[in-house]
T-cell receptor, first 113, second 111 residues
Framework: DTEVTQTPKHLVMGMTNKKSLKCEQH?????MYWYKQKAKKPPELMFV???????INESVPSRFSPECPNSSLLNLHLHALQPEDSALYLC????????????FGQGTRLTVV | QKEVEQNSGPLSVPEGAIASLNCTYS??????FFWYRQYSGKSPELIMF????GDKEDGRFTAQLNKASQYVSLLIRDSQPSDSATYLC???????????FGTGTRLQVTL
C-alpha cells in the first residue's frame, strides 16, 4: 500500500471560514509534508513533520496551522484565508526525513472566495 | 538564477520516439535527484530517482546524472500518448530534507 489519502478533494471556503485539510498514510512513514502548488508552478514546501514533531516551517503565514495528531495523520487548519491562497494543497510522506523518496496524495483543490 | 531549471516546453514527440527531458541545478551540495510526473489537475507521481553519476534504467525510463555538470536528464523510450504530462525535476541535499522542484517540462506525445 503506497497510498497517501487526502480529504476533501475539493474545498470552497469564504475568507471568514475555518476549515481543515486531512492527510492519512498507513505506510509506516515517519515524515509527512504539506506542499502548496499554484497553477503551472512547481510544488512549494510549507511544513515538514518528522516523528510527529514540526521540523521545518517555510515561513508560512499563521493562517495556516499544521497539526500531527499521530504518525499516520497530518492536518492543516485554515483560518481567515485570502483569495490568493487558492491552490492545490498536497500532502506527502516518506520513510523518514532523510529519506526523500516522497509519495504524494491526490491533493485538495482549495478555492477561497 | 533559479535553483532548478527546466525548459517549460511543450516538448512534442511522436508516438514511439524517445523523449529527452533535461534539468540543471545550481546547488553543488545536492545529493538526490528525482523525476516526478504530474498529469493536469493531479498530484505528482514519483517515477525515477538517482543518487550516483551515470545512468539508471527502469523499464522505458532512464535517468542520467552528471554531478560535475550539475545536470540530470530523463529519457523516455517508446513514448506513448499516456506519457503526455508535466515532468518535474526535484533535487535535495540529504539534510535538511527539502525537495526543490523545477518548474516542469510539459511533454506532448502525438499520434
Amino acid at each position: 500500500d503506497t497510498e497517501v489519502t487526502q480529504t476533501p478533494k475539493h474545498l470552497v471556503m469564504g475568507m471568514t471560514n475555518k476549515k481543515s485539510l486531512k492527510c492519512e498514510q498507513h505506510m509506516g512513514h515517519r515524515a509527512m509534508y504539506w506542499y502548496k502548488q499554484k497553477a503551472k508552478k512547481p510544488p512549494e514546501l510549507m511544513f515538514v513533520y518528522s516523528y510527529e514533531k514540526l521540523s521545518i516551517n517555510e515561513s508560512v503565514p499563521s493562517r495556516f496551522s499544521p497539526e500531527c495528531p499521530n504518525s499516520s495523520l497530518l492536518n492543516l487548519h485554515l483560518h481567515a484565508l485570502q483569495p490568493e491562497d487558492s491552490a492545490l494543497y498536497l500532502c506527502a510522506s516518506s520513510q523518514r526525513q532523510a529519506s526523500v523518496e516522497a509519495f504524494f496524495g491526490q491533493g485538495t483543490r482549495l478555492t477561497v472566495v | 538564477q533559479k535553483e532548478v531549471e527546466q525548459n517549460s516546453g511543450p516538448l512534442s514527440v511522436p508516438e514511439g520516439a524517445i523523449a529527452s527531458l533535461n534539468c540543471t541545478y545550481s546547488d553543488r551540495g545536492s545529493q538526490s535527484f528525482f523525476w516526478y510526473r504530474q498529469y493536469s489537475g493531479k498530484s505528482p507521481e514519483l517515477i525515477m530517482f538517482i543518487y550516483s553519476n551515470g545512468d539508471k534504467e527502469d523499464g522505458r525510463f532512464t535517468a542520467q546524472l552528471n554531478k560535475a555538470s550539475q545536470y540530470v536528464s530523463l529519457l523516455i523510450r517508446d513514448s506513448q500518448p499516456s506519457d503526455s504530462a508535466t515532468y518535474l525535476c526535484a533535487v535535495t541535499r540529504y539534510t535538511p530534507s527539502k525537495l526543490t522542484f523545477g518548474t516542469g517540462t510539459r511533454l506532448q506525445v502525438t499520434l
